[in-house]
């Protein structure tokens, strides 16, 4: 295998007029972006792992860290095949194609098949051929995307075909993803008296009865909603003994200081519970996947939080706190989660800076597995995505910033 080398690049971008209606499928935007690049550079040829943009004046991550303009990152050696795997045989054959130079004939063909797979299994439909074109050239861009990420990842994950393989970077984040989470302190709490950082060596909420099912959040990026109803149902079901599934919705209506489907906070979610009054049911308040009017009712309430508070960045801390207290609202980058199919994820770190957290998400456990420790974290995009709609990060190595955004409900 080829060595390479990773470049982090910072520029600031006008966007020109756009010229080209086909090209032009969003709405033009005259504003002056702050950008930073991640590029692979693999035996000439260069390809972009990551980029993040926002208005100049917004913190651009890494712009905090001194380092000049244009600064060669780690070296990476040995991007090697990723290791096969026997639940994604069609991955692996597709990616010895992609390997193999030049390029055979049936490739397309191969590619196509693998696409029909894909639409059948996850019931996608398109409006036209027009469509179902782009998507096919969307969904092979990221099966290398997917590749890439595989051959960096220092940690056992195993990316590939996902129900987010036929989407772009860019709606994939736009949809699913909540920046909000990196560009605004939010309300400020107060810090959580220590339990001591004694954990024990593996922990499981889930097989204690404090972990609700999984739940899909649709396409809304509404995270931050679920992450704290995750956390409290945990922690209602730690001081009253009674596990129930809390309503999101509720949080996307009538929370007025997050932004429903364009993203939240989960400290003033907490706030939001309290002022209100409660939490109602799943069952009284159901999920919509999008904003509507309030229709929240203090005697439906049936879960109350008294306050909230801010956990330690140390991740042996939160394990002791996780142990003893109860699952963990957490935020994190949500670096190739788009194709994260199961193992347990460690991306390189400039590949998963800690500053650009945009997901929220619930640590309910931790644990080794074959000696690589990890996170075991609920996720909200259904079961169809994960390990079972869960995702394991690496632990203790400060992993897409999860130790950065750690908070829970206090429940008396």
Same mark, same amino acid.
């Given at each position: 295998?080829?060595?390479?080398?990773?470049?982090?690049?910072?520029?600031?971008?006008?966007?020109?007029?756009?010229?080209?209606?086909?090209?032009?499928?969003?709405?033009?935007?005259?504003?002056?972006?702050?950008?930073?690049?991640?590029?692979?550079?693999?035996?000439?040829?260069?390809?972009?792992?990551?980029?993040d943009c926002g208005p100049?004046?917004?913190?651009?991550?890494?712009?905090?860290?001194?380092?000049?303009?244009?600064?060669?990152?780690?070296?990476?050696?040995?991007?090697?095949?990723?290791?096969?795997?026997?639940?994604?045989?069609?991955?692996?054959?597709? /990616? %010895? &194609?992609?390997?193999?130079?030049? +390029?055979?004939? #049936?490739?397309?063909? $191969?590619?196509?098949?693998?696409?029909?797979?894909?639409?059948?299994?996850?019931?996608?439909?398109?409006?036209?051929?027009?469509?179902?074109?782009?998507?096919?050239?969307?969904?092979?861009?990221?099966?290398?995307?997917?590749?890439?990420?595989?051959?960096?990842?220092?940690?056992?994950?195993?990316?590939?075909?996902?129900?987010?393989?036929?989407?772009?970077?860019?709606?994939?984040?736009?949809?699913?993803?909540?920046?909000?989470?990196?560009?605004?302190?939010?309300?400020?709490?107060k810090q959580a008296k220590?339990?001591?950082?004694?954990?024990?060596?593996?922990?499981?909420?889930r097989s204690k009865g404090?972990?609700?099912?999984?739940?899909?959040?649709?396409?809304?990026?509404?995270?931050?909603?679920?992450?704290?109803?995750?956390?409290?149902?945990?922690?209602?079901?730690?001081?009253?003994?009674?596990? /129930? %599934? &809390?309503?999101?919705?509720?949080? +996307?209506?009538? #929370?007025?200081?997050? $932004?429903?489907?364009?993203?939240?906070?989960?400290?003033?979610?907490?706030?939001?519970?309290?002022?209100?009054?409660?939490?109602?049911?799943?069952?009284?308040?159901?999920?919509?996947?999008?904003?509507?009017?309030?229709?929240?009712?203090?005697?439906?309430?049936?879960?109350?939080?008294?306050?909230?508070?801010?956990?330690?960045?140390?991740?042996?801390?939160?394990?002791?706190?996780?142990?003893?207290?109860?699952?963990?609202?957490?935020?994190?980058?949500?670096?190739?989660?788009?194709?994260?199919?199961?193992?347990?994820?460690?991306?390189?770190?400039?590949?998963?800076?800690?500053?650009?957290?945009?997901?929220?998400?619930?640590?309910?456990?931790?644990?080794?597995?074959?000696?690589?420790?990890?996170?075991?974290?609920?996720?909200?995009?259904?079961?169809?995505?994960?390990?079972?709609?869960?995702?394991? /990060?690496?632990?203790?190595?400060?992993?897409?910033?999860?130790?950065?955004?750690?908070?829970?409900?206090?429940?008396?």
């Amino acid at each position: 295998a080829g060595q390479g080398s990773l470049y982090s690049l910072e520029a600031t971008l006008e966007e020109p007029p756009c010229n080209d209606p086909t090209v032009c499928r969003l709405p033009a935007s005259k504003k002056t972006l702050l950008c930073s690049f991640e590029i692979l550079d693999e035996l000439g040829k260069h390809v972009l792992l990551r980029k993040d943009c926002g208005p100049v004046g917004t913190k651009v991550p890494g712009a905090g860290e001194p380092k000049s303009a244009f600064t060669q990152g780690s070296m990476i050696s040995s991007l090697s095949q990723p290791h096969p795997d026997s639940r994604n045989e069609t991955f692996s054959s597709v /990616l %010895s &194609l992609l390997n193999e130079d030049p +390029l055979p004939q #049936d490739l397309p063909v $191969k590619m196509a098949s693998i696409f029909k797979n894909f639409v059948i299994t996850y019931n996608r439909t398109y409006e036209s051929k027009e469509e179902a074109r782009w998507r096919l050239s969307v969904f092979v861009n990221n099966m290398v995307r997917a590749q890439k990420i595989q051959a960096l990842d220092r940690g056992t994950a195993q990316y590939g075909v996902t129900k987010f393989s036929d989407l772009t970077e860019e709606e994939f984040r736009t949809i699913y993803l909540n920046p909000l989470l990196r560009e605004e302190p939010g309300n400020k709490m107060k810090q959580a008296k220590s339990v001591g950082d004694l954990a024990p060596p593996e922990w499981d909420w889930r097989s204690k009865g404090a972990v609700t099912k999984v739940k899909d959040q649709g396409m809304c990026g509404s995270c931050w909603a679920f992450s704290v109803t995750g956390n409290v149902e945990g922690q209602w079901f730690l001081n009253q003994g009674t596990l /129930l %599934s &809390l309503s999101e919705q509720e949080l +996307l209506d009538c #929370d007025k200081m997050d $932004k429903a489907c364009m993203g939240g906070l989960p400290s003033n979610a907490y706030s939001a519970i309290k002022n209100l009054g409660g939490l109602e049911t799943e069952d009284d308040y159901s999920y919509r996947g999008h904003m509507q009017a309030c229709s929240f009712s203090a005697e439906k309430a049936k879960v109350y939080i008294n306050d909230s508070v801010e956990l330690s960045q140390n991740e042996q801390k939160l394990a002791a706190w996780l142990a003893k207290r109860g699952p963990i609202s957490v935020a994190i980058n949500a670096f190739g989660m788009q194709f994260y199919r199961h193992g347990i994820s460690r991306p390189l770190r400039p590949l998963c800076s800690p500053w650009l957290i945009d997901h929220a998400v619930l640590l309910v456990g931790y644990g080794n597995r074959s000696d690589i420790p990890f996170w075991a974290i609920k996720n909200s995009w259904g079961t169809d995505w994960g390990e079972k709609g869960y995702y394991y /990060l690496h632990r203790g190595s400060g992993a897409c910033g999860v130790n950065t955004m750690a908070s829970s409900a206090v429940v008396d």
